[in-house]
């Protein structure tokens, strides 16, 4: 049965009908049309549809709408709930999109904003993390283009510019 | 950047440089002449350049896939706008191996501009030549040649235009920066910008030309753009998630599809009952066509819960199912070679009898998958009778004509293919199935429907690349060198399958058998099951030459190219001294290898657990060379790519299987490399200006399975002889 809830994604309150079971990926996809968090297994195995909730790193193809939304006529209350296109400021891009893009840590992007995420995620709870720290706290996020490399410098430098400590 | 083009579904086009939200379209087909009005005015070229023009910068060696007729020429456009911009369409795709920055990078050096002056649409079957498909490394040195003769043509055709106008000799002109100047007098300022000329040349009509054949582009002496590090042109979409990839198009306006799946590889639909599937809620459409069943519905999860309502009615003819598994497999394909048993026999099996060093070693790679990060997605539309495709594939044109067959389209012209820059490829997605199915969706909902392919449907269904048994046989003669070389690749195919290695007498064939799974294209391909082989066996020589397995190589092999890049692997590698201060548990092994014309060597450390069950790579030093570097940090991305894609061949990637069916078909069973399996990477780009740039998005995968074999022989005395490598396959 369909119900109603209310969701909070990058600041902004949406108000939607829908099937409780749906993944919060498939909301953010189909209904929100916010592209930029991807399918890459349905099962959380990957990480290429990474959000943040309340400030820490969930996959959202393997958590129900209901887990996350405010229900209607319930005591459930809504999380916060950020993706990849919330963020950046404006122009301005997060420290974390920035040393991406600094260190071309990419090779066809699919993977991208689930990694920014969850180094975003990881930088929050550690502003320094050491090498062994950034491999346990990606480890589960697949890149199959094997770009790793340049994503341990990325984060690297995001640390060292302080980008997960605000 | 430009406007952004409309198309039927208000979706950003394919320049890659999508950061606004798209804007609205209007929903009508576009045609040519409205793209090109969309573009402004300014000034269209075709150029034709005939293949046999671009011998010069074709690979010396290796084996690309056959030529198609479209290849036969390559034509390139190119569009000078009133503002100087420049678009260049091509029919080649983006799947992260970084073709797009390298044609923008072609074009800006001999139009001599700025690359960020440079858009590229990429794979429009309504915009963009036929480039015959992204495939075999063929972009470096076929495609981007002759994107350098068209932008050559056109600064040709600048200059001309421009002395025309200011009534000065050619050779008092040059381009340098989106103008004409002429440098012969400074003291009076004449120039003209390129758009001033290409609004003006346009006046008289679009230009096509067939360029002569002694056509100048730059010499590598003189690249300011090409041999430098131009970033990925959309990088910024794609750390803020604002580019668009094939599962991304349509937007409010699709259904989402999905389809039922066979329960194993062969198996044939004999019935299903449609009805429960059209009861489910949000369900907009039902289909079945032969053996193909399908929905579209509001939702994917709708879409998901209608083909499982199917699933429990369905009912299948599993006779033609093929009875082998992940065990047998290997015996099967002997078993069912083609030709029979004298397929596989050795012509020189006396000299090996008589020998007294001979060997007879047999090899053995598992089924792989591609796993692509993005899975086979498409959005297909109809508007009338003419359909638009967005879909991730590497081979637009063949895709639309695979979509013309498929659904009874009775022109070619009615069908656009557009490829968005999609979510990785690595050889899998060479055909249109997921396009076809979304397409038949949308015929029969009346409505745009968008597919993307579950993870266990991505493992399942995409083909996958081939299982290989490799013969390796042969003898040395007295003074060490090799007599006698056999070798036989069954199934796995033809690629680098040719031993650089001198032998007396060489028989060396690729046989086919019956596959029991699909199969298909891979990054590399069978290069990687040769080498592993090759690489192994010579290793396996060496010891019975009691020779060292480098010096042994370096005894066998003539190419200065191989031998460069194999001196720089062990040099580097520290592969003396680990023989010889060689500790308990230690070991280190090389392999060197050629594939579409570049070179690749790799010197591995292995650390054997003490139980001597498992062991860790702690080290590789892998050496590449592809002729002159046209972009040092893409080509540096592919190298370390590609070594650890490598690498999960060489230690964790298999397809488990038992009679058609797939049984680890996601990320927690099937195992990729992950980033802590990224071991210690020393890898060296060996520029080679003095000859010709080749693709480097295959080779450096073959090197560094066998250089790990090899490395574990040195620490155990233990020969693995099957990839993945397992000290302990139990």
Redesign the interface.
């Known amino acids: 049965m369909d119900a109603t809830f209310t969701i909070r994604v990058n600041g902004n309150e949406h108000r939607l009908t829908?099937?409780p079971?749906?993944?919060l990926l498939?909301v953010l996809?189909?209904d929100l049309?916010?592209?930029?968090?991807?399918?890459?297994?349905?099962?959380g195995?990957?990480g290429?549809c990474s959000v943040l909730v309340d400030g820490k790193r969930i996959f959202s193809c393997s958590t129900a709408i209901n887990e996350v939304a405010e229900v209607a006529g319930t005591e459930a209350a809504g999380q916060s709930i950020t993706?990849?296109?919330g963020?950046?400021n404006g122009a301005k891009?997060h420290p974390v999109?920035?040393a991406?893009?600094d260190e071309?840590a990419?090779?066809?992007?699919?993977?991208?904003?689930g990694m920014?995420v969850a180094a975003t995620a990881l930088l929050k709870e550690k502003p320094s993390p050491s090498d062994a720290e950034?491999?346990?706290g990606?480890?589960g996020?697949?890149?199959?283009?094997?770009?790793?490399?340049?994503?341990?410098s990325a984060i690297r430098r995001a640390a060292e510019q302080n980008g997960g400590a605000k | 950047m430009n406007t952004p083009i409309s198309d039927p579904l208000g979706n950003p086009t394919s320049t890659g440089q999508v950061e606004d939200e798209p804007e609205s379209g209007e929903q009508t087909q576009l045609n040519r002449r409205q793209f090109l009005q969309s573009l402004g005015a300014g000034l269209l070229l075709a150029v034709i350049v005939p293949v046999d023009a671009l011998a010069q910068e074709r690979p010396p060696r290796g084996s690309g896939p056959n030529r198609t007729a479209n290849e036969a020429t390559l034509a390139a456009r190119l569009h000078i706008n009133e503002h100087g911009r420049i678009t260049v369409m091509t029919g080649k795709v983006e799947g992260g191996q970084g073709a797009r920055a390298q044609i923008a990078q072609a074009v800006a050096e001999e139009l001599r501009v700025s690359p960020e002056m440079i858009d590229v649409i990429m794979a429009d079957t309504a915009l963009t030549p036929d480039d015959g498909g992204t495939h075999g490394s063929q972009t470096t040195p076929r495609t981007i040649p002759a994107v350098r003769r068209a932008a050559s043509a056109a600064r040709d055709l600048l200059l001309s235009a421009a002395a025309a106008k200011l009534g000065v000799a050619l050779g008092e002109l040059e381009a340098r920066n989106g103008q004409i100047v002429n440098v012969a007098n400074v003291r009076i300022k004449q120039e003209l910008t390129y758009g001033q000329i290409a609004t003006d040349v346009a006046n008289s009509k679009a230009f096509t030309a067939s360029p002569s054949r002694d056509i100048q582009i730059s010499a590598v002496a003189d690249w300011k753009v090409l041999g430098t590090s131009v970033p990925h042109p959309n990088a910024r979409a794609l750390v803020t998630g604002r580019h668009f990839y094939p599962s991304d198009y349509g937007g409010p306006l699709v259904l989402h599809g999905a389809v039922l799946r066979p329960p194993a590889y062969r198996a044939k639909l004999k019935s299903v009952d449609l009805e429960p599937a059209k009861n489910t809620p949000d369900v907009a459409s039902v289909v079945r066509d032969g053996d193909f069943v399908g929905v579209a519905a509001r939702t994917s999860l709708a879409a998901r819960r209608a083909i499982e309502s199917l699933e429990k009615s369905a009912e299948w003819d599993t006779t033609a199912v093929v009875p082998a598994n992940t065990t047998n497999v290997y015996d099967h394909l002997r078993q069912n070679v083609r030709g029979g048993a004298d397929a596989i026999k050795n012509p020189y099996a006396d000299e090996l009898t008589r020998s007294t060093a001979s060997l007879r070693s047999e090899y053995r790679v598992a089924y792989i998958q591609h796993a692509p990060m993005e899975p086979r997605a498409a959005v297909a539309h109809f508007d009338g009778d003419r359909l638009t495709v967005w879909t991730g594939t590497q081979h637009p044109f063949d895709v639309r004509n695979e979509l013309v067959r498929a659904l009874n389209i009775d022109s070619p012209d009615k069908v656009r293919v557009i490829v968005p820059d999609f979510g990785g490829g690595f050889g899998g997605k060479h055909s249109g199935e997921v396009a076809i199915e979304a397409a038949r969706l949308a015929r029969a909902a009346g409505y745009a429907v968008r597919l993307v392919w579950t993870r266990a449907e991505e493992f399942a269904w995409a083909y996958f690349r081939p299982a290989g048994v490799m013969l390796a046989e042969a003898n040395l003669a007295e003074d060490g060198s090799i007599d006698s070389w056999f070798y036989r690749n069954i199934n796995s195919g033809n690629s680098g399958i040719a031993s650089p290695y001198r032998a007396a007498r060489n028989n060396t064939q690729f046989v086919q058998s019956e596959a029991p799974l699909r199969q298909g294209s891979y990054r590399a391909l069978a290069a990687t099951a040769n080498h592993f082989a090759r690489e192994s066996f010579i290793d396996e020589l060496a010891v019975l030459a009691k020779d060292d397995p480098l010096n042994f190589r370096l005894k066998h092999l003539g190419d200065e190219r191989m031998i460069a890049v194999l001196r720089a692997a062990a040099e580097k590698g520290g592969y003396a001294a680990t023989r010889l201060l060689k500790s308990v548990g230690t070991g280190v092994g090389i392999a060197c290898g050629t594939e579409k014309g570049s070179f690749v060597a790799a010197c591995a450390k292995v650390q054997i657990a003490p139980d001597g069950k498992s062991f860790r790579v702690t080290h590789i030093c892998q050496t590449y060379e592809c002729g002159k570097i046209m972009n040092p940090a893409n080509c540096l991305s592919q190298v370390q790519g590609g070594l650890i894609m490598g690498l999960g061949g060489a230690l964790y990637e298999e397809v488990e299987f038992d009679a058609g069916v797939i049984k680890n078909g996601n990320f927690t069973d099937y195992r990729v490399p992950r980033i802590a399996d990224l071991p210690t990477m020393d890898i060296h780009l060996l520029d080679r200006p003095d000859l010709p740039s080749v693709g480097a998005g295959e080779t450096p995968i073959i090197a560094i399975a066998p250089a790990i074999a090899n490395a574990i022989y040195h620490a155990t005395g233990k020969r693995i002889r099957q990839m993945p490598i397992r000290l302990d396959p139990a």
């Open positions: 829908t099937d079971d749906r993944p498939d996809r189909e049309h916010l592209n930029g968090t991807h399918y890459g297994c349905g099962a195995d990957c290429a993706t990849i296109e963020l950046s891009l999109q920035q991406f893009l071309g990419f090779q066809c992007g699919y993977c991208t904003p920014i950034i491999i346990e990606m480890n996020n697949i890149c199959r283009c094997c770009g790793y490399a340049r994503m341990i």
